[in-house]
Structure formats: structure tokens, C-alpha cells
């Protein structure tokens, strides 16, 4: 790797990490709000607000004319399940323990991994797939099927987050033939009108103060989602994908200091699974990427 590229992929990092902080952060306000606003409210704030950023994206790049899709149905099926999967999140928050849906949450690696066979045309070897079982197993633990109470909340967790891995297979496609100012655009505008719909007969007029908060937390989506867009351009995903489990510190650090929460027992018993099998993937791609990499002439 040439000092350029060493660098790039710093900057990612840094970036991606910066990111983390920015949704962890987000994710903790949409449960310290979600007591008093119904989640369309906040999905409203989120999405509208996050449009000032990308506003500026937008003129940065020229203006509007840069948001034409050239795969409209394709960003059309993006924007719908990545909605399921926002508003699937932005409900479990406020009723969930915040490191029990984060960890739930880790099966989107593994979800990704099998949706790549069928819409990205990526062959996935028996290795990749007994991780995936290994992921899977983990996931089930953490939903604790022995218990004698069923969890519907994370049943909506679970498919929140298998919305999120087949909305990100859906972006990479769509990276093909689109600026990545178009995909933002295109949800945060369509999610605005959507959620303003649904808010209306559970609206709730915010406070002075909650005004701010709920600007802020649409600021912290809107800047997180680009810089994590950026991030992707900048480095390689073998190299930032591993820091997605940082996230889980900040989750029990969010919980038990802002909260006062302790993760559920089959927590720690899943989640070493989920990570274990995410970095052997990692591990994996990283092995294949040195293979197909070529060998330099003499």
C-alpha cells in the first residue's frame, strides 16, 4: 500500500470512528426521547433536519441537478427498506436496553454476507457461510428462545437490522450508477415526507429546549451519514469494518451512565459469537483480497 493510500485509509478511520460517535450518541437521544415523542416525530427531526447538511452537498456539487437518478427504481427499493429499517430502530430504542439492540444489531455483518451471493454475485466459500452459522447461533442466545416470556421487541429488532444489511447491499449497488448525494437526497427528503404523515396524529408539540435536542439529534444523523459515506470512499472495507464493534462500548458506557441499564445476561453469552464470527469474515476477506491482489513484475 503506497503512503497516499496509508493515508486515505487513516483519514477513513478516523472518519468512521467519528461517525460511531456521532450515531451512538444519536441512538442514546432517540431513547431519552422516545418517552415523550412517538418515533415518527423523531424519525421527522431526523430525517428533515439531516437535509441541511446535505443541502450543502448539493450545492457544493453544482446543485439539484447532481440528485438525478440514473436507477430510480433501485433507489426507489432503497429508500423503502431503509426507511423499515429506521423506523424498525427508532422503536426499539426507547424500549429495549441500548447494548441488547446494539448487539442484536451485529447480525447485519452476517446478513450481509448472504445477500451478497444473490444480489451482488459474490461467491461466499464454506468458511464465510460456517461463520455466518456461528453469527446466527450467537444471535439466537442473545434473543434468549429458552425464555419463558416471548420478545417481540427484538423479533422487530431483528428484522430492523435485516433491513439495514440489505439496504446497504442496496447502496453499493446503486454506487454503480449514482452519486452518493443522490441516495441521501432521495431517502432523507422521501423519509421526511413520510414521517411527517405518520406524525401528525401523535404530534406533540416539543418544548423550548426539546427544540434543540431534537435539532441536534437530526444534525448528528445527517453529519454521521456523511461522513460514514465518506468513509467507505476512503478506505477499504476489510479495514473499516472491524471498528463497527467499538460501537458496544459506547453503548453499555450510554446505558449504565445516561440510563442506568445493565446488558441481559445472554448478551454476553451471543455476543462474543457475533463478534467472533464477524472478524473471522473479516479475516477471510482479507485473505481472498491478497490472493486476487497481483504480483508485482520483476
Known amino acids: 500500500m503506497s503512503a497516499l493510500n496509508k493515508h486515505a485509509a487513516l483519514h477513513g478511520i478516523y472518519l468512521k470512528l467519528s461517525s460511531l460517535v456521532l450515531f451512538c450518541t444519536m441512538d442514546a437521544m432517540v431513547k431519552a426521547l422516545g418517552d415523550t415523542y412517538g418515533s415518527f416525530q423523531l424519525m421527522l427531526f431526523r430525517s428533515a433536519i439531516a437535509l441541511i447538511p446535505v443541502a450543502v452537498l448539493i450545492w457544493r456539487a453544482g446543485g439539484l441537478k447532481i440528485v438525478r437518478a440514473n436507477r430510480p427504481w433501485l433507489q426507489a427499493a432503497?429508500?423503502?427498506?431503509?426507511?423499515?429499517?429506521?423506523l424498525g430502530f427508532f422503536y426499539v430504542f426507547p424500549r429495549m436496553p441500548l447494548v441488547d439492540a446494539y448487539a442484536i444489531s451485529f447480525a447485519a455483518p452476517l446478513f450481509m454476507v448472504a445477500l451478497s451471493v444473490p444480489l451482488l454475485r459474490e461467491p461466499v466459500g464454506w468458511r464465510r457461510w460456517s461463520a455466518v452459522a456461528v453469527?446466527?447461533?450467537?444471535?439466537?442466545?442473545?434473543?434468549?428462545?429458552?425464555g419463558m416470556?416471548?420478545?417481540p421487541i427484538s423479533l422487530i429488532l431483528l428484522a430492523a437490522t435485516f433491513c439495514y444489511a440489505l439496504s446497504t447491499i442496496l447502496v453499493r449497488l446503486l454506487s454503480r450508477h449514482d452519486h452518493d448525494i443522490v441516495t441521501l437526497f432521495?431517502?432523507?427528503?422521501?423519509?421526511?415526507?413520510?414521517s411527517l404523515v405518520g406524525?401528525?396524529?401523535e404530534w406533540k408539540w416539543p418544548t423550548p429546549m426539546d427544540w434543540v435536542w431534537l435539532t441536534v439529534l437530526g444534525l448528528l444523523g445527517g453529519v454521521a451519514q456523511i461522513l460514514i459515506t465518506r468513509a467507505w470512499r476512503l478506505a477499504p472495507a476489510a479495514v473499516l469494518a472491524p471498528?463497527?464493534?467499538?460501537?458496544?462500548?459506547?453503548?453499555?458506557?450510554?446505558?449504565?451512565?445516561?440510563f442506568h441499564e445493565e446488558p441481559s445476561w445472554t448478551v454476553w453469552y451471543g455476543l462474543p459469537l457475533v463478534i467472533g464470527s464477524g472478524l473471522y469474515i473479516l479475516h477471510r476477506e482479507r485473505v481472498r483480497a491478497r490472493e486476487r491482489a497481483p504480483i508485482p513484475a520483476s
Open 186 to 194: 432521495w431517502f432523507a427528503l422521501t423519509a421526511s415526507g413520510v
Open 149 to 151: 416470556e416471548i420478545h
Open 78 to 86: 432503497r429508500v423503502v427498506i431503509g426507511f423499515g429499517s429506521l
Open 199 to 201: 406524525a401528525i396524529p
Open 135 to 146: 453469527g446466527f447461533a450467537g444471535v439466537l442466545i442473545m434473543l434468549d428462545p429458552w
Open 243 to 258: 471498528f463497527d464493534y467499538t460501537s458496544i462500548v459506547l453503548a453499555v458506557l450510554f446505558g449504565y451512565l445516561w
